[in-house]
């Protein structure tokens, strides 16, 4: 009875783990695009897009190195993912109350909240993979993430342009274009937090692997398969990311690209 049970539970997580998917991605269409436009909208120099850009990185890459450990303290994957993403879906609230809260230092605050909500949503990452990796059967985790990925993708696409025609509706009227994007990310990633908080967490799965330092691990990057895959997505995204945090200023400041076009 108690297989059954988990079996249920299992269907049941992969279903919400879908909706959560959605609604994260919701969120991105949302948001991904318009930070930097936002930026530009309170005056950031050319500079400062590039530090927008630099420092929420760099920060969740490094505070991800602590998630392992975070997640023991909480006592559990779930116990770490669900305030991790709770926090990051309230720092949308700040963000879109920059313009009315801080007439000075408006692009530095934007810096510290986007740094903030990256931190937070990056923390939940590793506890997230690992859950998922012991809910889903390998023997179905192409398919399932496939269909996901195709629903996130579609659902992204649809909310980013939906983002760039409010914006354009509301050209005129300050900030109250991306305060409502904003809000609308701040509450689909909210209901991020509920279908988490449904899915069932799986006994941690044994690892009888030897665990290794840090580094370990650096030392011998270039001598194994992951490794060398590692080095060459770090060399891809250190390529990629010279330009493009630029594209979006180039476009709407450079080639005076109205909203929707951008979209």
Known sequence: MRFFNAKQKVRTSLKLSVLDGITF?????????????FALAL???????????????????????????????????????????LLHALMWGPILLIP???SAGSVYWLIVFVTLGG??????????GSMMADLVPIEMRGRFFSF?????GLV?????????????????????????IFGGALLFRLL???????????????????????????RHLASSNLGRF???VALINFATVIAGPFFGVYMLRDLKFSYTTYA
Do not use: C
């Open 100 to 102: 009315y809260l801080f």
């Open 43 to 85: 005056k950031a120099t050319t500079q400062q897009i590039g530090l927008l850009a630099s420092v929420p990185s760099l920060t969740m890459a490094v505070s991800q190195l602590a998630a392992h450990n975070l997640s023991e303290r909480a006592g559990s994957r779930k116990g770490l993912i669900l305030p991790m993403v």
């Open 25 to 37: 991605s919701a969120m991105a269409g949302l948001t991904a695009n318009y930070v930097t436009p």
């Open 156 to 180: 992204t696409l649809g909310f980013s342009l939906i983002a760039g025609v409010i914006l354009q509706h509301y050209t005129n009227s300050g900030f109250t274009g991306f305060a409502i």
């Open 192 to 218: 991020s937090v509920y279908f988490l908080n449904g899915m069932y967490e799986p006994p941690v799965a044994d690892n009888t692997e030897e665990s290794r330092s840090l580094l370990y691990i650096f």
């Open 119 to 128: 931190v937070f949503g990056s923390l939940a990452g590793p506890a997230w």
């Open 230 to 232: 590692t080095l060459y």
């Open 148 to 152: 996901r990925g195709q629903l996130m």
